[in-house]
């Protein structure tokens, strides 16, 4: 009996380990913010020469909620998304559509608890 008693206890830490932690209401927003820019030689590193990409769309995916936030990116290719509530796993998208992709076009990350300033930048061309 005491085996079972152990073994349940095993199996519920993981469970409960995310207990405890401030409800997504009361979460600190986070933010998303990079640049899209064009590689012109496809190092998938961004060059002093090689320009920003306007009018990208970038979105933030979280994995806690249906919640979804996106920006388009400034003459400078430039975004930044702000006032995410969600908390937890999540994706940062480039629709890169009609352009070859230098850089993976989805990344993920995690928010955590809240209060997270990601930077994630994308190279098409």
């Known amino acids: 009996m005491a085996r079972r008693a152990v073994l349940a206890a095993l199996v519920a830490a993981p469970l409960l380990a995310g207990v405890g932690g401030p409800p997504a209401s009361a979460a600190e927003p986070s933010t998303v913010s990079g640049t899209v820019f064009h590689d012109l030689n496809g190092d998938r590193e961004r060059q002093p020469d090689e320009p920003g990409a306007e009018g990208f769309r970038v ?17 400078s290719g430039h975004y930044h998304i702000s006032g995410i509530t969600s908390t937890g796993k999540f994706s940062v998208q480039l629709d890169g559509a009609g352009h070859e ?9 995690s928010f955590g608890h ?12």
């Open 59 to 75: 979105s933030v995916n979280p994995t806690s909620d249906d919640a979804g936030y996106a920006a388009f990116t400034d003459a």
């Open 114 to 125: 809240g209060g997270v300033d990601a930077v994630q930048d994308f190279g098409i061309k």
């Open 101 to 109: 992709h230098t850089t993976p076009w989805a990344v993920g990350g």
